[in-house]
């Protein structure tokens, strides 16, 4: 397999990458929530305390048999590599040296045939399966637990990296579950078509995860969410293969592709995925909005979803995610500044930021910009120009390099998000930011917490929190488990779903029976047992134990 | 309860709709496929076979002690009437006075809580339940039944027609699913609202009909099909409730409300459906396009979707539904006759008509009018004017008022649908066409078969044949199996889903581990399992027995 970048064990993205705070911002942190007496630096690999590998030589040669000696791996990079995701508690206990738990072994099958014949050794030998795609998962989707098992593999999908078939009539595309989204953009593009999904994990997450987890990209309000984009799917369960080839649209029952899509792994592993694609754009213009309130903005945007007229891209910041904003892109130069200076002459300061974006040929482009223009500014929308917009598009992949910027100073961020109607989603915003603040500052570690809207829907739209606090050092862990129960209760009580598009994983799992009532529980839990009756596939996720 | 007008028990509708053909199509018939000798008019009501009630008398009292006695009715009339759905067999067998089933009673609960209770206590009777909406399944999804139980009820969902909710912000409401089509259009229009659904069946079929299976209606290229369109559901299954609320989207897992969508009785009673609504237009204009051939067209629609610049109404004949349909209204008068004199000038009587429909504002129409005009006329379309589109609304609804009419003729009269991607369509257009045809001829009642497409999608579309022929007398329903088979084989043969938005019922079960595979019927089944384990919620449909 071709050699692809690897991601730090103890953090984000392409290890040679800057991540480093502008100055500003870390005076700013030490006066508002404050930042450790001294850097806290991640471990080195040798210094991880790792188990030795439960796996029985019984399945290690079952599955050496599988996939090739080359692609078994029991050694330390590989199995610390495929011990967590990438969730602030994964990344605490990692930096700290002491992952919760790790792969007794790591899998690479070179195809479909293999993946089944991987589930098949697996079920015989009782060792439990973790699919992994590009390891991103922010909600303990990938933790290696073995349940009622003696072992846990990584089964990971880096070999399946396909573009199967690509219909510009259908402007479809069949597409490997292990392609990361650049991969998958490069050969698209080298035919002339996207696939329009652009997460903020884009750079590593994959196909397989997208659709696993029903994913949403910052571009989704225009190219629709993963979820929207799976026409068909191939599946391969322990207890057999499900294939579903591309269906415009069908009555035939309950639409199993939506019990594949999103089933994290639990069900089985999705061997290829057909997606509709469009043509790639020629033109995109991102652009910064300014609205005197939360309350303005989230009117403005709902107006324009519900006329048909929403941007491709569609985001907007409260007044905490503005102020933040303003200030990092302050050390950044003259545009931003330009931008203040506008605002202030308006005295509007205080206001939220939103980013606009239009993609297509030049000439929708300009169409669409219009009418999306026309109707924000009647809103009582300013336009701010491209420089915000171009900002945006720097940044829109580089949150997590700052995770791992913050947590070298001791400052705790993490991130969660729901969606709800637009009725309620002012209450939602408030109920949650105060969730979050008593939590934390009750610890003695008052948060900076912000929001955004970043999907529109008909119906409602998405919310996306940050926060930002002090780390507890020594208890970690407690302090984020009380932060994100608070939350978790708080969306559940305000309407809100329990996640938008980061999946449930092991983090929301406990929260599925208020999200769709113990009945629901039992549908899911019922379609599990048929197709994976021995419980080998990612134990723990998506449902709370029994 | 209200009354309400009641369908004729062997055929459609308003009985006192005229269902008369014009001559000149009974002149063409008698030619082309020829006529029964004699008119075949339905038996009366008595003269239907009725064999006796099997309905226990304790599962008789504790139904009206749910319902009440008014409630609970084994008389002749309540049980005829829900004998079937509105099929040709159905209406094959019922003017017979010889219906293949016949409900032991018929119960109309009063709410969401007496959904339940008639459940638990068909559970506990032994009792099979038929949820019964409109009575207009077209694919025997309401056949009365009994499984391996000793009797079986309809419950007729009539009494729950309450618009419980409506929130003008989020543009979503919450309806009864025993509310039809124009019921529920009355209680929206007067807050301003549409559903935008309106199947050929609009005028009987419900609300939660539409939910159970999968239904999109004329306009769902622009309002989106009914899956699209639900946000939130209550469901009563035996084991208990699913009540999901209305959610914009959300990542928690594999889509529950996929399940329940489509699940067409057989997992328990859709008792509430939150769906998505529209601002009422206040113009719709519909016009006629005339292309050169079905390819040509189909490549128009196509574009102009792909281009997101569809109608809200896009249907294209091919040249045999053409030719059909200017000959019915050239019964009609002078517009039909101008239309067919343009075209000669034309040279081009030979092609297929297209109805292109635009609904919203006077603004929105009008600009998307001249978008989709500009890419219809640069893909080979020739404009006819509005009154091709006046003659397509004021026929939308009628077709199964001619069945009537056929019928009594001695003509068999049948449609059947799928949908494909784009690159396959005219492959399979061409399949299921010369299946029927085959089928047919060889029992030497060689058909007229007619195709349109009305349902674009981006990455395909659906396909709607229809097709007359001689009636088999004494073997109607054999000759209607032949051809049913041959289209249903050829459609999975040629890569279509089994129904686009007819649903599965019990005439296209057998198709199903075709559709899904044998591995995802067991997922169904499991889930069927789980949350109706004594099997009484709709025996015999959307699965095959085992």
């Known amino acids: 397999m071709a050699e692809r970048t690897q991601m730090p064990f103890w953090g984000w993205g392409d290890p040679a990458h800057p991540r480093e705070l502008p100055e500003l911002a870390v005076a700013q942190l030490r006066e508002t929530v404050g930042l450790a007496a001294r850097a806290r630096p991640p471990v080195a690999l040798d210094a991880v305390r790792l188990p030795e590998s439960r796996l029985p030589d019984a399945a290690r040669s079952a599955l050496a048999g599988v996939a090739g000696d080359a692609h078994l791996r029991v050694d330390r990079a590989a199995r610390v590599l495929h011990a967590a995701g990438k969730s602030y508690p994964d990344l605490v206990r990692l930096r700290a040296g002491e992952p919760a738990h790790v792969a007794d072994a790591v899998v690479w099958p070179g195809g479909a045939d293999e993946v089944a014949a991987v589930l098949a050794a697996c079920a015989e030998a009782g060792v439990a399966v973790v699919p992994f795609g590009g390891g991103t998962s922010v909600v303990g989707g990938v933790e290696p637990l073995a349940g009622d098992h003696a072992a846990v593999i990584a089964l990971d999908l880096a070999r399946l990296r396909a573009l199967h078939a690509l219909d510009e009539v259908d402007e479809t595309a069949v597409l490997g579950p292990g392609l990361r989204g650049p991969e998958a953009e490069a050969l698209l593009a080298a035919r002339g078509y996207t696939l329009g999904h652009f997460p903020q994990s884009y750079e590593f997450a994959t196909i397989g995860g997208y659709v696993a987890t029903r994913s949403a990209g910052q571009a989704s309000t225009g190219y629709g969410r993963i979820d929207e984009n799976v026409l068909g799917v191939r599946f391969a369960a322990p207890t057999g293969e499900i294939d579903l080839p591309p269906r415009p649209a069908s009555a035939a029952g309950p639409d199993l592709r939506e019990l594949i899509v999103g089933s994290e792994?639990?069900?089985?592993?999705?061997?290829?995925?057909?997606?509709?694609?469009?043509?790639?754009?020629?033109?995109?213009?991102?652009?910064?909005?300014?609205?005197?309130?939360?309350?303005?903005?989230?009117?403005?945007?709902?107006?324009?979803?519900?006329?048909?007229?929403?941007?491709?891209?569609?985001?907007?910041?409260?007044?905490?995610?503005?102020?933040?904003?303003?200030?990092?892109?302050?050390?950044?130069?003259?545009?931003?500044?330009?931008?203040?200076?506008?605002?202030?002459?308006?005295?509007?300061?205080?206001?939220?930021?939103?980013?606009?974006?239009?993609?297509?040929?030049?000439?929708?482009?300009?169409?669409?910009?219009?009418?999306?223009?026309?109707?924000?500014?009647?809103?009582?929308?300013?336009?701010?120009?491209?420089?915000?917009?171009?900002?945006?598009?720097?940044?829109?992949?580089?949150?997590?390099?700052?995770?791992?910027?913050?947590?070298?100073?001791?400052?705790?961020?993490?991130?969660?998000?729901?969606?709800?109607?637009?009725?309620?989603?002012?209450?939602?915003?408030?109920?949650?930011?105060?969730?979050?603040?008593?939590?934390?500052?009750?610890?003695?570690?008052?948060?900076?917490?912000?929001?955004?809207?970043?999907?529109?829907?008909?119906?409602?739209?998405?919310?996306?929190?940050?926060?930002?606090?002090?780390?507890?050092?020594?208890?970690?862990?407690?302090?984020?488990?009380?932060?994100?129960?608070?939350?978790?209760?708080?969306?559940?009580?305000?309407?809100?779903?329990?996640?938008?598009?980061?999946?449930?994983?092991?983090?929301?799992?406990?929260?599925?029976?208020?999200?769709?009532?113990?009945?629901?529980?039992?549908?899911?839990?019922?379609?599990?047992?048929?197709?994976?009756?021995?419980?080998?596939?990612?134990?723990?996720?998506?449902?709370?134990?029994?």
Chains 1, 2 share one sequence.
């Open 265 to 546: 792994g639990t069900l089985g592993v999705i061997t290829a995925a057909a997606l509709q694609i469009a043509p790639r754009p020629e033109r995109a213009r991102y652009e910064g909005w300014f609205f005197r309130s939360f309350a303005e903005g989230a009117q403005a945007l709902r107006r324009l979803e519900q006329a048909d007229a929403a941007p491709t891209v569609a985001r907007l910041s409260d007044e905490a995610e503005t102020r933040l904003s303003m200030l990092l892109a302050g050390a950044g130069g003259a545009t931003a500044k330009a931008g203040r200076a506008y605002l202030r002459a308006r005295r509007a300061l205080d206001g939220c930021l939103a980013i606009a974006g239009w993609e297509g040929t030049e000439r929708e482009v300009a169409r669409r910009r219009a009418r999306g223009a026309f109707a924000l500014r009647r809103a009582g929308g300013v336009a701010l120009g491209a420089a915000p917009g171009r900002a945006w598009e720097r940044g829109r992949y580089a949150g997590p390099y700052l995770r791992d910027a913050l947590l070298d100073h001791g400052v705790m961020v993490e991130t969660l998000e729901t969606a709800t109607t637009w009725s309620n989603l002012e209450a939602l915003h408030v109920a949650v930011g105060d969730a979050l603040r008593d939590a934390l500052t009750v610890r003695g570690t008052p948060p900076l917490v912000m929001c955004h809207v970043s999907h529109l829907y008909r119906s409602g739209a998405s919310l996306y929190f940050t926060w930002l606090a002090r780390q507890q050092e020594g208890a970690e862990i407690a302090q984020w488990r009380a932060a994100k129960t608070a939350a978790c209760d708080a969306i559940m009580a305000g309407g809100g779903t329990i996640t938008h598009h980061h999946a449930v994983g092991t983090d929301h799992a406990p929260w599925m029976p208020r999200e769709i009532g113990p009945l629901g529980v039992e549908a899911l839990r019922a379609v599990k047992e048929r197709l994976d009756p021995s419980g080998i596939m990612n134990p723990g996720k998506l449902l709370p134990e029994t």
